[in-house]
């Protein structure tokens, strides 16, 4: 899908009613587009939501970031970790606030997939390297905005859950049931909310491309940010569904089967640790 249909995009939005970026997202970027970025001035900003500055020291302190001694103040987080890392975990928060994630089981599993998902894409983008090579802050992002189109229609639609009972139980992929029931699709809300989130153009392109054909397949090779991080969602996504990887897909992102049974094992041992270590919500 690499245009929108403008006209089905406007009913998405005026439809589904897409949240836009909260304040602190917005101040947040503003500080980091600064050569010098002001920590004090960030951390008051985030220290302003107590329940913000206390998930991010919680998470932090956690068994999966493996820090050596205790983070007791988001100033000490930012020197450690660094300001995108501390702006994904806050922007996570608040999406998982905004979406409501917690409000069913079906919500909780998806919004977990899309926490494992970004950890998975921020490890394989550190782990890898491409011609055009995404930040893994940025692949972090994509892992979990990914899920958002459908967290979204699932709060907002009436008879929802039949439409991913369906999809489940006919093995039709998601997006074709919503097209043809709603005339919308998770894909088109999720790239709606990324614009409205203003995240980066690759990732809202990667977010509208989910399940559309595979450049791997064919022996293209990437062309650029939005076809990398493409691929390294479909392999994050692999690897929670248990689903056999292709080789043509380690072959387009230049990783060695090898290398990527190492980053498997990684990867195992890392996402034990975070779900036995916290409960982020």
Same mark, same amino acid.
């Given at each position: 899908?690499?245009?929108?249909?403008?006209?089905?995009?406007?009913?998405?939005?005026?439809?589904?009613?897409?949240?836009?970026?909260?304040?602190?997202?917005?101040?947040?970027?503003?500080?980091?587009?600064?050569?010098?970025?002001?920590?004090?001035?960030?951390?008051?900003?985030?220290?302003?939501?107590?329940?913000?500055?206390?998930?991010?020291?919680?998470?932090?302190?956690?068994?999966?970031?493996?820090?050596?001694?205790?983070?007791?103040?988001?100033?000490?987080?930012?020197?450690?970790?660094?300001?995108?890392?501390?702006?994904?975990?806050?922007?996570?928060?608040?999406?998982?606030?905004?979406?409501?994630?917690?409000?069913?089981?079906?919500?909780?599993?998806?919004?977990?997939?899309?926490?494992?998902?970004?950890?998975?894409?921020? !490890? #394989?983008?550190?782990?890898?390297? =491409? +011609?055009? $090579?995404?930040?893994? @802050?940025?692949?972090?992002? /994509?892992?979990?905005?990914?899920?958002?189109?459908?967290?979204?229609?699932?709060?907002?639609?009436?008879?929802?859950?039949?439409?991913?009972?369906?999809?489940?139980?006919?093995?039709?992929?998601?997006?074709?049931?919503?097209?043809?029931?709603?005339?919308?699709?998770?894909?088109?809300?999720?790239?709606?909310?990324?614009?409205?989130?203003?995240?980066?153009?690759?990732?809202?392109?990667?977010?509208?491309?989910?399940?559309?054909?595979?450049?791997?397949?064919?022996?293209?090779?990437?062309?650029?940010?939005?076809?990398?991080?493409?691929?390294?969602?479909?392999?994050?996504?692999?690897?929670?569904?248990?689903?056999?990887?292709?080789? !043509? #897909?380690?072959?387009?992102?230049? =990783? +060695?089967? $090898?290398?990527?049974? @190492?980053?498997?094992?990684? /990867?195992?041992?890392?996402?034990?640790?975070?779900?036995?270590?916290?409960?982020?919500?």
């Amino acid at each position: 899908m690499d245009s929108v249909d403008l006209d089905k995009l406007q009913r998405a939005i005026r439809k589904t009613g897409i949240p836009q970026q909260p304040d602190i997202i917005l101040e947040l970027a503003k500080e980091q587009l600064k050569s010098e970025p002001d920590f004090t001035r960030i951390e008051k900003i985030i220290i302003r939501d107590v329940g913000i500055a206390s998930y991010v020291l919680k998470v932090i302190n956690s068994p999966f970031f493996g820090v050596s001694r205790p983070v007791d103040s988001i100033h000490q987080a930012l020197i450690m970790l660094g300001l995108k890392q501390i702006n994904n975990l806050v922007t996570e928060k608040l999406l998982s606030n905004i979406l409501n994630t917690k409000s069913t089981p079906l919500s909780r599993l998806i919004w977990e997939r899309s926490r494992k998902s970004a950890m998975i894409c921020s !490890t #394989l983008a550190s782990k890898i390297s =491409l +011609p055009f $090579q995404p930040e893994k @802050e940025r692949a972090y992002t /994509l892992g979990l905005f990914h899920h958002s189109g459908t967290l979204l229609l699932m709060r907002k639609h009436p008879g929802y859950m039949d439409i991913y009972n369906r999809s489940l139980e006919e093995n039709i992929p998601l997006h074709e049931i919503e097209l043809g029931e709603i005339g919308i699709d998770h894909r088109m809300i999720g790239y709606a909310m990324a614009q409205a989130w203003q995240l980066n153009p690759d990732i809202t392109q990667s977010i509208l491309n989910q399940h559309e054909s595979r450049p791997w397949l064919s022996g293209a090779t990437i062309q650029d940010e939005a076809d990398a991080l493409g691929a390294i969602l479909e392999l994050a996504n692999g690897f929670i569904h248990e689903v056999d990887v292709e080789p !043509t #897909l380690l072959t387009y992102l230049d =990783l +060695p089967e $090898q290398q990527f049974l @190492e980053i498997e094992d990684r /990867l195992l041992i890392d996402l034990a640790i975070d779900t036995q270590g916290v409960n982020r919500h």
